[in-house]
């Protein structure tokens, strides 16, 4: 990260001096309406070169996963292959149009139907909809076919979503958009769902539960069957956050542990973009009983036989059966959640990602994400406290709480972490464990890379000792140093004023 002073592109405006040259009008003239016409329009006046430039120095300034170990725990920010790129820039994928009909898509709608039908393997379900635009998106959606299915089945006194305490924070607020109330439930001393605490909270009210398996402590629920049980015996469903997916690949799959519906995070699991660098993408599985509640349209298959090929000349018989994919809303959706067919971009870097590391790459996805957060967890667990001891999947919890260094919070070693060249991991969530600090190295990164990372927490932790105020004051190499980050908050500047 080049430490650059960079003015904003304003600031670097000359008065009269243009970037851009634009072609003779090939249509005719038409004036713009006055009252859209504006003469205080202080937009920058710059060359091509000071544009390119200027956001090529910024880009210097900025992190990501392309420049080094990003471990923001719970957010898998893993390497993205650049063929996912490739391949979804692709001209047939490019240029063609929602509008378009179905007749002259078919290669679309083959690659959502494959990619329907591979999570569906990957998850054990019997049904998936591709709609949702986000992980907090399918979240919502889920639960909007959790509502709808009981109340087909009369169960319209339902009102409350069970919520364990080591849940993602999106959980609660799809509930609430959803209009039912939360009851969160207690972790027990290993860092399950707490079966006594569910069971008192168990009655004819409840839709289900939400959960987060492995949970964002990163531990695997060791109880999970027995959870799904108790649910469905009091009338409810499950719902599974698959954000966690990451360490489930090819081993287990959720329908087999209860699950009745959950959302994919294909920018997360199947290595699209996440963040800043692209949409995402959420969508949902059921079991069977669900299936007809999905949002819509999905795509189906069609077989094509010989009556309803008519007019076309074929040589022999096989060729006469063709399969045409069609859209098609289930019996009872619970309508369209998203305009078109979803986050068709994503959806074509997620299939990529699969059917080039095919079921064993899947398993070894999640085989390595284990390994590695195992690795690191065993080397820094000496120094940094560790609230559950056991076997971690993807990620793991520690707390950013120093002995011998009692003046230092969890945010100083996130800051002083930059200095070493590392994103910080995710700071004081989950709020059970004091002092936060959530570490998912994932399965992208080396030995070497783990290493680096591990030696940085250790160096951090006897810096904290002998020279508190290093950590303190940092980040120190980096374009700006420690920011007011309360004041920022609260004070937004989000405009550029010119100077008075």
Known sequence: MAKIVEPLIFELSSPGRVGATLPELDVPPADIPAELCREDLPLPEVSEVDVVRHFVRLS????????GIY???SCTMKYNPKVNEVAARLPGFVYTHPYQPEDQVQGNLQLMWELQEMLKAISGFAGVSLQPAAGAHGELTGILIMRAYLHDQGETQRDTILIPDSAHGTNPASTAMAGFRVVEIKSDERGNVDLEHLKANLNDRVVGLMLTNPNTLGLFDEHVCEVSRLVHEAGGLMYGDG???????????PADLGIDVMHFNLH?????PHGGGGPGSGPVGVVEKLVPYLPGPIVDIQVVGEEEHAGHAHDDEEEM?????????PAKSIGRVKTFYGQFGVMIKAYTYIRMLGAEGMRRVAENAVINANYLMAKVKKVY?????RLCKHEFVVEGKLKDAPDIHALDISKRLIDY??????????????EALMIEPTETESLESLDYFADALLRIAEEAKTNPELLHEAPHNTPVSRLDEVGAARNPILRWKPAE
Not at 385 to 389: A, E, I, S
Request: net charge positive; glycine share 8%.
């Open 321 to 329: 059966v063709e399969v045409f994919f069609r859209l098609v809303m």
């Open 243 to 253: 954000a966690n997916m990451n360490a489930m690949l090819g081993i287990v799959k």
């Open 60 to 67: 210097r300034m900025n992190y990501g996963v392309d420049l």
């Open 421 to 434: 060249g590392v994103h910080p991991p995710t700071n004081y969530f989950p709020l059970i464990v004091p």
């Open 385 to 389: 406290p560790l609230p559950y001891d």
């Open 71 to 73: 471990p923001l725990g």
């Open 268 to 272: 997360k699991t199947f290595s699209t």
